[in-house]
């Protein structure tokens, strides 16, 4: 918060509601970031996984897209999350 201007520009997501909505396409297997969004405007279900109300603003498509680029370009933390999921499941 501290790195962000309180009165210029957009206001910032929470990276965390970034990786769950990244991490819904992956899981149902959503590879654009456009179907993410209106699936989430429509979804309850997703929206309480986020943490969002009915009347919360949700991140659009390109925020969500240069947060994926920018943030998880490099890394399988998606994968790597999925996998300790399931082991957790599975004991």
Do not use: H
Not at 1 to 20: E, I, M, S, T
Request: glycine residues 6%.
């Amino acid at each position: 918060q501290a790195l962000y201007c309180a009165d210029n520009g957009r206001p910032a997501f929470d990276p965390v509601l970034l990786f769950k909505m990244l991490f819904i396409g992956y899981l149902f297997g959503i590879r654009s970031e456009r179907q993410i969004v209106r699936e989430i405007e429509v979804n309850v279900a997703y929206r309480w996984f986020l943490g969002l109300r009915l009347t919360d603003k949700i991140p659009d498509a390109s925020t969500l897209s240069q947060n994926r680029r920018r943030r998880f370009a490099s890394t399988d933390i998606e994968q790597t999350i999925f996998d300790t999921i399931v082991e957790q499941a599975i004991g």
